[in-house]
């Protein structure tokens, strides 16, 4: 057991002493010196130090005093117990504990230090939960009986006697002892930092476990352990690594496992540096090791069946010598059971091996971890194909499960409804069917069939596994039963229970692989069934509400939070997080430096430091993020699009594409079909249309073969596109698709949106007051090690410089040209400006798209603009043009969408983006920038400025070559399409001078060019 009362403050000891010798002075005369002292150091966990003390102190009375030899056999018997650990020294001990409470004599504050010291050291092999509260109520009432009563004393008892509750599964009164003891402790932070963390871990722990609670708090009173125990100078290093091995748990809960084994990782570093000795047995440190062991493997991930075998196998080594220790034999079940795991899905018949050790691991009918590994066992028969097996053991299953009212009893009901389903017994499986829906929510009255009360459904405990149990019950009728209307009612009512109970046990904004695969499973299954819908039932609107609610809620929360609307005024705490960005790049490109060291767990922590953070920003300020708990509304989004705009959602569900064609007043859904061509296509389609020297004839045919899969039948009427895409599509120019022989863009306005809650249609046009221009030029070459993506040929851009002046006489405002265009000037001023544009370098990185950024002139040390930093800013800006290269590339990140510097603004509060899709050929951009603002300046919605500037651009070109898609149709508009009013800047000559200029540097540049076929530009990787 951990030292739980680790007491350093020197005040504190005084106290104690002096009371000791006060109440011992009657007894022991001149000893009470002698006695305090020991009693001082037993009660710091000093063992020796309060041996020591009595074994060589000067007593002048009777060295037999009974008293005085009760310490000392006492102190003598915890010894040889520590260094040998046999039950006949912990025997010994528990006797004369027994001894010393039953003395009427023996001074109260020794008998608190004793009974406190032996509780705190107490194995749990060898005294049980039930002895830990009777030996707690004792400590209680002496505490009580001090004159005055000791709060102190109370303080630890409460927190031993919750933590045996807790062990007891006495949840109800564990959290009211704990509860008491955390109210009590507030006062005595000081004297026992380490105190109040172990209570809220404590509690923390019995919340998760208790199931009439909210799970949600007892993870938030982990983090609360862990952000005080952080926080104090001298941590309990044993309890801490409980912490993190508890908030492990918590993330196996929703199955991230990159968050768990993280913390896995911090939990045996921790142990790793802990002198066990001093704390555990022998014994105890096998089961941690056992323990550890079987955390690591528990967030293995598929693709590490080789590390989890290795793992089995070294523990496997070992095990023989501890096969008779009880906790020893579960882990190591445990980890049979998790190897089962990894060859459930691919290869079923290699899994019911591991699942049948497991059994005979742990043999213990009566424990839930035998009904799991018989549960998977289930599985890997069922998924082998042999249904009528899988139905034998979970019948065996249920029957033992419903003894002991398991709680996975749902689970096992399912599993029998599945084998029915593969055994074609359509009645049987829906009678089990209801079964679980009742078990879930006693009082639904639902009626899967006919769909009845449906929305009625509210289980009195939510949890997760419900909405995974919900999703493949609905499969299994819908996969299992094709070509049967009444289970393709019950399918269709399945998936719409596991939407409802997703709004009702998920209210996390950020997506995990685990309930993003539980998220596509219900929609999928919903659209797929959708025929089987009927009235009252859900809608496709809701269903679209749930849609963004579930993938794109966190950034549009953020988004409307940072967009101004809401000031931010803790400083101290923003310098905070900016310095913990600033050090994230820092180890994030160190990491792709030195690939010999692991910079992860130290990525990791900041990150959690940054989350912290964001949470402090909620508790300091909670309209700060006033938006994070409102909902996307379908109706409020529908509204806003005109009668000429249609919107396409485009979206892939169980690897099948879906598209979502929403108008004013409709709302189509369409199945896509697709196959590994069409991705290729996609591919192709991008790496031709970023080449200027690709054919535009092959590259026009492709167009026209994926404009015929992905688009719909457009409404004569219809004028603007707004597109949402997922996944590779991201990577597609809609603009370039082909109908009828003519490029989309040349009928409609495009435009993109990375979320339905950021749409909007203004009819009060927002005014550009104060518009920022940044144009550096660079002394030194950007560094092109791979990961650049250039706007143009040289590294210092004469299109850029020359953008950033004409502009300047456009825009009102500041320009910062050359050595003037600083990160810093701009990190400075950025909060102050209505419309922000960059014409520079951007750099991609491939190892980590938090690394993509903008680059600034180079005369400072840090020029660089990087994704991670964009997230801590919050932007006033209506506009930010992103007049660089690949702006709009990225990676897919589960949660976040495509990781890009387009998404990043988004993110920091701007509600319209322009961004680029591959490399942007320095002269063109500039042409088709310049004509973008001019068409802004009379008020014409940003995409259809964009969209006219390009047709010019086209129309001024004599050169055919110079008309290839690479040259105009890498730039998009992102996020609000609204009008600006631009306020005019006063045109001063040189406005007149520099577009003379220019008009006689592009004559010249095309005779020079009249040959060549091509203009030379980089290409993105």
Known sequence: MPLFFCMKNYFFFLFIALSGLLQCAPTY?????????????????????????????????????????????????????????????????????????????????????????????????????????????????IAQNSKPSDTLFMIHFLFEKGSAEFENEMYKDAIKNLKISESMCSKYEKINPNMLPKIFFKLGLTLSSFAGTNADKGYEYLQKSEQIFLSIENPDSFFLANVYDAISDVAWGYRDYDKGMKYVKKSMDLFSKIDLDQIMSPTEQIQNKYHLYYKEMQFYQDHQKKEALNLLTKAEIGYPAYKNNPEIKLRMAAMYNFMGEFYIRSAPEKSAPFYLKAIKTFDNPESEYHLQYLFNLGKAYLYSGNAQKCLEYSS???????????????????????????????????????????????????DLIEHQNLRTFDPPIHKVVYINLLSRMGLAFKNGFSNNNSALNVANSLFQLGIIEYGKSIKS??????????????????????????????????????????????????????????????????????????????????AINDTLYDFSVQIFDINLQLEKIDKKKRKSNSSYYNYEDSEFEFGSFQSKLSPNTIMLKYEFLMDSLFLFEISQDQIHIRNINTDSLFFEQIDQVYYMVSDPSSNQDSLNQKLTQISKILLPEIKNNTSNLVIKTDDKLSFLPFDLLRRNGKYLIEDYSISYINALGLYENEKNLKRVNKALVLAPSYNDAVNNSGLLAERGDEFNLSGVLEEGKILGTILPGEVLLGENALKSKFIKMSGNYDLIHFSMHSILNDDDSELNNLAFHDGESDNKLYISELYGMQLNAKLAVLSACNTSIGKEKTGDGIISLNRAFTFAGVPSVVSSLWSAPDRATKEIM????????????????????????????????????????GFSTYGDPSPLEIKRTKINPLFYFLAISFALIALAFFIKNRNRSTMHGILPN
């Not at 504990?97 to 406190?116: Q, V, W």
């Not at 599945?418 to 009678?431: R, S």
Request: proline share 2%.
């Open 509 to 590: 904004a950020k997506v995990t692989h685990y309930t993003k695969s539980m998220y596509e499973q219900l929609v999928w299954g919903i659209i797929s069934t959708k025929d089987f819908l009927k009235i009252g039932d859900l809608n496709f609107s809701e269903l679209i509400e749930f849609s963004e609610n579930t993938n794109e809620k966190y950034l549009w929360a953020n988004y409307k939070s940072n967009s101004g609307s809401v000031q931010f005024f803790d400083k101290e705490l923003l310098a905070e997080e900016d310095t913990l960005r600033t050090e994230l790049i820092r180890l994030k490109n160190e």
């Open 396 to 446: 065996e299953l249920i029957a033992l499960a419903e003894k002991s009212n398991d709680a996975n009893l749902p689970h096992f009901y399912f599993l029998k409804a599945f084998a029915f389903v593969n055994l074609d017994n359509f009645e049987k499986a829906l009678e089990i069917s209801n079964t679980v829906i009742k078990y879930m929510d006693p009082k639904s009255k639902v």
């Open 29 to 141: 005369g001149q000893n009470s010196n002698i006695i305090s002292l020991s009693d001082s150091m037993l009660f710091q966990q000093n063992l020796k130090g309060a041996l020591d003390i009595v074994d060589k102190g000067s007593f002048t009375s009777d060295a037999k005093n009974s008293e005085t030899q009760l310490r000392k056999n006492y102190l003598l018997s915890v010894s040889n117990f520590q260094k040998g650990f046999k039950e006949e020294f912990f025997s010994k001990s528990k006797a004369i504990i027994d001894t010393i409470l039953a003395r009427e004599n023996f001074p109260l504050n020794s008998k608190k230090i004793y009974l406190n010291h032996f509780l705190s050291t107490s194995s749990r092999n060898f005294l049980t939960n039930s002895e830990r509260i009777a030996y707690c109520n004792k400590g209680l009432l």
């Open 930 to 969: 310049i004509n973008f603002y001019k068409y802004l300046e009379n008020r014409i919605p940003k995409p259809e400025a964009l969209r006219q500037a390009k047709i010019d651009y086209i129309k001024a070109q004599n050169l055919e070559s110079l008309k290839h898609p690479y040259y105009w149709a």
